[in-house]
């Protein structure tokens, strides 16, 4: 039995441990970029896991993994024995009794590694939702909070000759200053989501790049490589191979070398999503990526890519397997999703409302659907919260950081139906859209309302955000939440920003698949006929909005949303799915199919 056991002296020195314990020791640094072209050893697989709904295991130190030495000894707390968790994956699918599981889950994995010299390692996470805190041989390397951006360590003194155990306190309890708040219409899938690498480099590696298009040039591009270690003064090459290209460049003393290059490519774009091999490479490392290349912009009350208008047929995805009903990580999982929003002929992809996995993001750009990435700023959010604005950044910086090189990425989205009168979110978000131009001018940066009003079936938007706003992007209900006040071909239209291309973010009602009409109620909600008349009303009164460059409905598939508590119709599913979580297909999804196969790329005139 240890000194530490039973005394009033135990219980003050774990207090003051705890609360060290909450400081954070080292946040997580950005994540390198395009981990997947590095030499990665994978940590996926079984983890060893304690399920700690008390959170008792905070002044048990589970992250000491104590072990019996004398007869006498005994802690009340061990991995052996215990649950087994798969890791990527969410932990509520896994055990029943987590299904609903909002706490702490402690995972740990016991891994060998033989140390390299002359190499560096990181311990890279795809994403853990939502706060992770992450203890190397029972020391504590760093934390993240945010549940779907990607972080890393640096591990390479902490990282020992043969076995070492690696333990990750995982907690996915809603915070009121979190993002997202406390309400939000998905479930929250708890645990480490997303794929766990080991991954080793050079002392001096390619930490960072930025090859893209120049904002509004077809030809020429304008970026960066930044190196990391001790030899920061080097030559780097950028090579497109397929162009016969080869650029050289010299990082200065920080690392930094800028690249600016004109070429003739093929472009990147829903029709021809070419991408091309690019070998950025150093005196002590290379990374081959694929990029496309494309131009996106706002010109009038038009958006152009490739300086051609294109009309957005796009699609709201939860990240969400509906056939596992689990947290989406796998490219398998992300072909599932994007070839039904294919299949529907869509062009863009509006992945909502947090940044997926990158195998969603990639396989989208190789499939030709342009991706829609967006910040969890979702309704409440506390923006006068000191702390607020700071994760906002870093999850932005983060979000960035990974896709900046993915041509197929168009839109940053910063926020979803935030309130306008709530204190300092006009001055926050304008802000992080400053933020957000900074740290990437070529991108369409947009924020999402439902603050416009509708009254005498006129539609009035007025919301100032959208001054910062590249689109007028606005989701509305009408039909299903909100009754029609009128025809839906004479809806009529006040725009406080008369210029701007409207783009209709979210529309739909629910269904639940099989519910069909009887003759006698007609017009009964929750019936597959009721959600596709409001499709039908819908696509009458696009016809009606100015400037409309875009529609996305609400959504692809039902999901899995706790608030949706009908037992009959919803069962915890939002059901505002086109198909069911079993892959039916409802009447609406045909509707929006002919729209969309119809109107090829209609510009609004
Ligand atoms: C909102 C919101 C979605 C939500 C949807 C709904 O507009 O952005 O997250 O799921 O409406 O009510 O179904």
């Given at each position: 039995?240890?000194?530490?056991?039973?005394?009033?002296?135990?219980?003050?020195?774990?207090?003051?441990?705890?609360?060290?314990?909450?400081?954070?020791?080292?946040?997580g640094q950005t994540a390198m970029v395009n981990v997947?072209?590095?030499?990665?050893?994978?940590?996926?697989?079984?983890?060893?896991?304690?399920?700690?709904?008390?959170?008792?295991?905070?002044?048990?130190?589970?992250?000491?993994?104590?072990?019996?030495?004398?007869?006498?000894?005994?802690?009340?707390?061990?991995?052996?024995?215990?649950?087994?968790?798969?890791?990527?994956?969410?932990?509520?699918?896994?055990?029943?009794?987590?299904?609903?599981?909002?706490?702490?889950?402690?995972?740990?994995?016991?891994?060998?590694?033989?140390?390299?010299?002359?190499?560096?390692?990181?311990?890279h996470?795809g994403?853990?939702?939502?706060?992770?805190?992450?203890?190397?041989?029972?020391?504590?390397?760093?934390?993240?909070?945010g549940?779907?951006t990607p972080f890393q360590?640096?591990?390479?003194?902490?990282?020992?000759?043969?076995?070492?155990?690696?333990?990750?306190?995982?907690?996915?309890?809603?915070?009121?200053?979190?993002?997202?708040?406390?309400?939000?219409?998905?479930?929250?899938?708890?645990?480490?989501?997303?794929?766990?690498?080991?991954?080793?480099?050079?002392?001096?590696?390619?930490e960072d790049y930025f090859?893209?298009?120049?904002?509004?040039?077809?030809?020429?591009?304008?970026?960066w490589?930044r190196?990391?270690?001790?030899?920061?003064?080097?030559?780097?090459?950028?090579?497109?191979?397929?162009?016969?290209?080869?650029?050289?460049?010299?990082?200065?003393?920080?690392?930094?070398?800028?690249?600016?290059?004109?070429?003739?490519?093929?472009?990147?774009?829903?029709?021809?999503?070419?991408?091309?091999?690019?070998?950025?490479?150093?005196?002590?490392?290379?990374?081959?990526?694929?990029?496309?290349?494309?131009?996106?912009?706002?010109?009038?009350?038009?958006?152009?890519?490739?300086?051609?208008?294109?009309?957005?047929?796009?699609?709201?995805?939860?990240?969400?397997?509906?056939?596992?009903?689990?947290?989406?990580?796998?490219?398998?999982?992300?072909?599932?999703?994007?070839?039904?929003?294919?299949?529907?002929?869509?062009?863009?992809?509006?992945?909502?409302?947090?940044p997926?996995?990158e195998?969603?993001v990639?396989?989208?750009?190789?499939?030709?659907?342009?991706?829609?990435n967006?910040l969890?700023?979702?309704?409440?959010?506390?923006?006068?919260?000191?702390?607020?604005?700071?994760?906002?950044e870093n999850m932005l910086n983060e979000m960035i950081s990974r896709d900046k090189n993915r041509?197929?990425v168009?839109?940053w989205?910063?926020?979803?139906?935030?309130?306008?009168?709530?204190?300092?979110?006009?001055?926050?978000?304008?802000?992080?859209?400053?933020k957000c131009?900074?740290n990437d001018?070529?991108?369409?940066?947009?924020?999402?309302?439902?603050?416009?009003?509708?009254?005498?079936?006129?539609?009035?938007?007025?919301?100032?955000?959208?001054?910062?706003?590249?689109?007028?992007?606005?989701?509305?209900?009408?039909?299903?939440?909100?009754?029609?006040?009128?025809?839906?071909?004479?809806?009529?239209?006040?725009?406080?920003?008369?210029?701007?291309?409207?783009?209709?973010?979210?529309?739909?009602?629910?269904?639940?698949?099989?519910?069909?009409?009887?003759?006698?109620?007609?017009?009964?909600?929750?019936?597959?006929?009721?959600?596709?008349?409001?499709?039908?009303?819908?696509?009458?009164?696009?016809?009606?909005?100015?400037?409309?460059?875009?529609?996305?409905?609400?959504?692809?598939?039902?999901?899995?949303?706790?608030?949706?508590?009908?037992?009959?119709?919803?069962?915890?599913?939002?059901?505002?799915?086109?198909?069911?979580?079993?892959?039916?297909?409802?009447?609406?999804?045909?509707?929006?199919?002919?729209?969309?196969?119809?109107?090829?790329?209609?510009?609004?005139?």
């Amino acid at each position: 039995m240890n000194k530490f056991e039973n005394t009033f002296l135990k219980n003050l020195i774990l207090i003051i441990l705890c609360i060290l314990g909450s400081i954070n020791i080292s946040p997580g640094q950005t994540a390198m970029v395009n981990v997947e072209a590095r030499e990665t050893i994978s940590l996926n697989g079984e983890w060893n896991a304690i399920i700690d709904p008390s959170g008792s295991g905070d002044y048990r130190q589970v992250w000491l993994d104590k072990k019996p030495q004398l007869k006498t000894d005994f802690f009340e707390y061990s991995f052996e024995g215990g649950p087994v968790l798969n890791v990527p994956g969410d932990f509520n699918t896994q055990m029943k009794e987590l299904n609903y599981y909002e706490g702490i889950v402690w995972y740990k994995k016991p891994f060998n590694y033989s140390v390299k010299s002359g190499k560096r390692v990181f311990l890279h996470f795809g994403a853990v939702n939502y706060l992770a805190d992450v203890y190397l041989n029972g020391v504590k390397i760093g934390s993240h909070e945010g549940g779907f951006t990607p972080f890393q360590f640096e591990i390479t003194e902490k990282i020992k000759e043969g076995e070492n155990s690696l333990i990750v306190r995982v907690d996915n309890r809603r915070l009121p200053k979190g993002l997202p708040g406390v309400g939000f219409d998905w479930l929250n899938y708890g645990g480490i989501t997303r794929d766990v690498d080991l991954v080793e480099t050079d002392v001096s590696f390619i930490e960072d790049y930025f090859i893209q298009l120049e904002k509004g040039s077809l030809n020429t591009v304008l970026g960066w490589v930044r190196l990391n270690g001790n030899q920061a003064k080097q030559e780097v090459t950028v090579e497109i191979p397929e162009l016969d290209l080869r650029h050289v460049a010299n990082t200065d003393a920080e690392g930094f070398a800028g690249i600016e290059f004109n070429m003739k490519p093929e472009l990147w774009s829903p029709s021809e999503p070419k991408l091309y091999q690019v070998i950025i490479k150093s005196k002590t490392d290379v990374v081959i990526d694929s990029i496309g290349f494309r131009s996106i912009e706002v010109q009038g009350n038009k958006v152009l890519l490739n300086q051609q208008p294109i009309f957005l047929k796009a699609v709201n995805i939860h990240e969400e397997n509906p056939y596992k009903r689990a947290r989406a990580f796998s490219r398998d999982d992300a072909r599932i999703l994007l070839e039904s929003a294919k299949e529907l002929g869509c062009n863009m992809v509006r992945l909502v409302h947090y940044p997926h996995n990158e195998y969603m993001v990639k396989e989208a750009e190789k499939m030709g659907l342009m991706v829609w990435n967006e910040l969890p700023v979702y309704q409440h959010i506390q923006f006068s919260d000191s702390l607020v604005p700071n994760k906002m950044e870093n999850m932005l910086n983060e979000m960035i950081s990974r896709d900046k090189n993915r041509g197929g990425v168009v839109v940053w989205a910063l926020s979803n139906e935030t309130y306008p009168g709530t204190a300092n979110r006009d001055k926050e978000l304008i802000e992080l859209s400053e933020k957000c131009r900074a740290n990437d001018s070529t991108r369409l940066v947009v924020h999402v309302t439902n603050s416009q009003t509708y009254r005498d079936h006129t539609f009035d938007i007025q919301d100032t955000l959208f001054l910062h706003s590249d689109l007028i992007s606005i989701n509305e209900y009408i039909g299903w939440y909100i009754p029609w006040q009128g025809k839906p071909s004479e809806t009529k239209w006040k725009v406080a920003f008369p210029d701007k291309p409207i783009f209709i973010s979210e529309f739909g009602g629910e269904a639940k698949f099989g519910n069909n009409d009887t003759p006698q109620d007609e017009a009964a909600n929750w019936t597959e006929g009721y959600q596709e008349q409001i499709y039908l009303d819908q696509i009458e009164m696009f016809k009606t909005t100015p400037n409309l460059v875009g529609v996305s409905p609400w959504l692809l598939y039902d999901y899995k949303s706790l608030g949706r508590m009908h037992p009959v119709h919803q069962q915890g599913f939002n059901r505002k799915g086109l198909i069911s979580e079993d892959g039916e297909k409802k009447k609406a999804w045909y509707v929006i199919k002919d729209y969309y196969s119809a109107e090829k790329d209609q510009i609004p005139k």
